[in-house]
């Protein structure tokens, strides 16, 4: 039995080489392997599966490493700026205490000083550590290095190079609002 097909195409001419047998009448003689006569068309056909199983071994490893990336490397969170906001309630910050809230990308420490309140950051200006309100000592501290600062930002003493940054803050109702100075 002869195998048939456009064996004399020049695509397929190329394919072969210079060497290869062409029968006139476009087949090749049957029980010979394809391997020793139409070793051209084996090579395509390894390239081509090569192809195919490269591009599964890829989406293969794609599928496995973008859960892991996912995992590992954490979404951005895109933080919505407002102008103000209300942050919880005006009895979560009684007199001579501080409270922290978050407030856009920043974390305001509420202070109540005597029914009035005050707000600025409380990310210590050294190092970042979270500042905390004093009471006795009238002063918000930072336990990391010590560093101290007044009820409203400004720096007393401590390695710190800057103030904190200043917000404002008021009661409405029952509810504690920070704004931006
Ligand atoms: S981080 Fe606050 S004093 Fe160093």
Redesign the pocket.
């Known amino acids: 039995m002869a195998q048939t097909g456009n064996f004399k195409s020049p695509a397929r001419m190329d394919t072969l080489g210079a060497g290869a047998e062409v029968s006139s009448s476009g087949t090749v003689p049957g029980g010979k392997p394809r391997e020793t006569g139409l070793k051209g068309v084996d090579f395509e056909r390894r390239g081509f599966l090569h192809k195919v199983v490269g591009g599964v071994g890829a989406v293969v490893a794609a599928s496995t490493l973008y859960p892991v990336v996912k995992f590992i490397v954490p979404p951005v969170k895109e933080i919505k700026q407002v102008k103000e906001l209300t942050v919880g309630k005006a009895s979560e910050v009684p007199a001579g205490s501080g409270k922290i809230y978050q407030f856009n990308e920043d974390k305001v420490i509420v202070v109540n000083k005597g029914g009035a309140l005050t707000a600025v950051s409380a990310v210590?200006t050294?190092?970042?550590?979270l500042v905390r309100w004093e009471e006795a000592d009238n002063q918000l501290f930072?336990p990391?290095?010590?560093?101290k600062y007044k009820q409203t930002g400004e720096i007393i003493s401590?390695?710190?190079p800057k103030p904190l940054k200043q917000y404002k803050a008021r009661i409405d109702g029952d509810s504690i609002i920070i704004s931006k100075a």
């Open positions: 210590c050294h190092l970042g550590c930072c990391c290095h010590g560093a401590g390695p710190q």
